[in-house]
């Protein structure tokens, strides 16, 4: 199998992964159905050839498919046409991609590229070529490397920093041989991202970021940035910014940073919680009521200020509530507010309540699913009169808010177990969005670690901790019963209570200790029972391990592999 194919005279290459493995089958009478059955043997494709080796024509699965299902009979109707190219003439195939592509070398053939992977190769091809773009005209210096810490790619102004090496001279190389001080491999191990460092290259104080690259849960490289000409130069820019943002407050609507400043709390990178900071956008330009659910600990109240910032209402207030923090009675006061000597122990002159408060703006009313059926009831009348009748009083004050609940609970249960009001429920389930739990966005963990690792160390003027691997292991094999707010505890207590420089897995909070043991025993027990089953296999196949493989379900070659990890542990 070829590593990587030139087949156009602009220099496009296709990747080994696009060139699918072919087999050749004799042209000749067959029904599409037993063409069919010979595909679902062969393989991806089939190349049809005449006695004389000269291709014909490709079948594939889909369009033999096609075929069957348009009632064809004739095996001509799912014939794909072939292109045959040489790797040593570089000649280029049909521009459309129109023709499966056979690759030959010699007189062998050793694959070919569909018109899907053709495709595909042209969209790699080109989305190659803007990155390459954009690396080279970035501002910044750019390197990136690979698992192995090696480097992948170093963009011209980070070459140039560093003595105007060229690209043959860095790429490929380790990168600690390349750039001094650097810890962009240490960043591939631990998979946590180090921001705003300052780091010693060519004589001059540089300020970094160092970000590791998550790909299917695992760390496959990391990017390394330098953000500024030195440390001096960014004072004057911290300086100047200053200046422009004392300008800009009094011009600049305030609502519009604010909401900058709660995405920033929302953090991570995972797909799931980007699709919720996506939908929250769309909800924020209206004044619809919107339900917010999700486990504890997920960042509700996060996404309800963001959604109020964003709302057309960011310049009203925005009030909050935890109906679950008091008692009903209570709770109804403090929601509708009361007149002087509505009951024992008011206040003189009243209360303005949080319906009142929340008038122009947003209120937020956590835990909803904790409200009482009659106060249930009455917050509805709220939302369809835009009027609130104080305790104590006869005279409705008229209110006009955005209002945002939020629940831990299944809403839906309760109302079959006639906890919660049908009518309150289909008012507010119209518009939803499900937080998801952090054990389904575990790719958002190192950079939650970063964040809150910032906050408690300029919160207790304390220096940043390193992460080992176990310690980041133990943190990703972990499910996060509390979501972020359980880890935000786990990483105040690694930087109150932790004294090393580094967290390992010896100086994680007991529970996390705990969990690492058990899933340590729990693999001890799983590793114990495979290696018996194996060796009782091996006695019932009287030794032969091809047949001990047969009796567990498993390739010759997988048991070997088995066999030998038993012998070195």
């Known amino acids: 199998m070829v590593q990587q194919l030139t087949i156009n005279q602009s220099g496009f290459h296709v990747s080994h992964y696009w060139i699918e493995p072919v087999s050749f089958a004799l042209y000749e009478e067959r029904t599409i159905q037993e063409w069919a059955r010979l595909l679902q043997h062969a393989g991806s494709l089939i190349v049809l050839v005449t006695e004389e080796d000269e291709p014909v024509g490709a079948l594939l699965p889909e369009t033999i498919v096609a075929a069957i299902s348009h009632g064809e009979t004739a095996i001509e109707k799912a014939l794909e046409s072939v292109e045959v190219i040489e790797i040593e003439d570089r000649r280029a195939p049909s521009p459309d991609g129109s023709k499966v592509v056979l690759i030959k070398e010699g007189n062998e053939y050793i694959g070919a590229v569909t018109r899907e992977n053709w495709r595909r190769a042209r969209e790699e091809y080109e989305q190659k070529a803007i990155l390459e773009a954009i690396l080279e005209n970035a501002y910044e210096g750019i390197v990136i490397v690979d698992k192995q810490g090696k480097i992948v790619k170093m963009n011209n102004a980070y070459r140039s920093f560093i003595g105007g090496k060229d690209e043959a001279e860095v790429e490929g190389k380790f990168v600690a041989d390349v750039i001094e001080n650097t810890r962009l491999h240490e960043v591939v191990k631990s998979g946590i991202?180090?921001?705003?460092?300052?780091?010693?290259?060519?004589?001059?104080?540089?300020?970094?970021?160092?970000?590791?690259?998550?790909?299917?849960?695992?760390?496959?490289?990391?990017?390394?940035?330098?953000?500024?000409?030195?440390v001096s130069e960014l004072y004057e820019i911290l300086q100047r910014a200053r200046v422009f943002l004392s300008e800009e407050s009094l011009s600049t609507e305030p609502t519009k940073?604010?909401?900058?400043?709660?995405?920033?709390?929302?953090?991570?990178?995972?797909?799931?919680?980007?699709?919720?900071?996506?939908?929250?956008?769309?909800?924020?330009?209206?004044?619809?009521?919107?339900l917010l659910t999700g486990e504890t600990g997920t960042g509700k109240e996060l996404f309800a200020r963001l959604i109020h910032q964003m709302s057309n209402q960011a310049n009203g207030p925005f009030v909050a509530i935890n109906c679950a923090a008091m008692p009903e009675t209570l709770l109804e006061a403090e929601l509708f507010g009361y007149e002087e000597g509505a009951f024992t122990g008011a206040r003189r002159g009243g209360a303005v309540g949080k319906f009142e408060q929340a008038s122009g703006g947003t209120l937020f009313l956590d835990e909803a699913g904790e409200m009482s059926n009659a106060l249930q009831a009455k917050l509805l009348r709220v939302l369809e009169t835009k009027q609130v009748d104080r305790v104590g009083s006869c005279r409705p004050v008229q209110t006009d808010f955005r209002l945002i609940a939020a629940t831990n609970a299944d809403l839906n249960q309760l109302v079959a177990d006639g906890k919660f009001r049908k009518d309150l429920y289909y008012r507010l389930v119209a518009i939803t969005l499900n937080i998801p739990p952090l054990r389904e966005r575990k790719e958002d963990i190192p950079y939650l670690i970063s964040a809150f690792m910032d906050r408690f160390a300029q919160e207790y003027g304390l220096r940043h901790k390193r992460f080992c691997e176990d310690a980041l292991h133990a943190f990703l094999e972990y499910d996060w019963p509390g979501n972020v707010r359980e880890l935000a505890n786990a990483i105040d207590y690694i930087m109150a209570i932790g004294e090393e420089e580094k967290v390992t897995s010896n100086t994680l909070p007991p529970f996390l200790r705990n969990h690492a043991a058990k899933k340590e025993s729990l693999k001890t027990v799983a590793r114990r029972s495979e290696k018996e089953r194996i060796e009782q296999a091996i006695v019932l196949a009287n030794g032969n391990k091809a047949k001990a493989a047969k009796l567990l379900g498993i390739h010759r070659a997988t048991l070997y592999r088995k066999l030998k990890e038993q012998e070195s542990s």
């Open 193 to 230: 991202p180090e921001r705003g460092e300052i780091q010693r290259i060519e004589g001059q104080n540089m300020v970094v970021h160092r970000i590791p690259i998550w790909q299917n849960h695992r760390v496959v490289g990391a990017v390394g940035m330098l953000i500024f000409e030195g």
């Open 257 to 290: 940073k604010n909401a900058t400043s709660v995405e920033r709390r929302l953090i991570g990178r995972s797909e799931a919680l980007q699709s919720c900071k996506c939908f929250a956008r769309k909800v924020a330009r209206t004044k619809a009521t919107v």
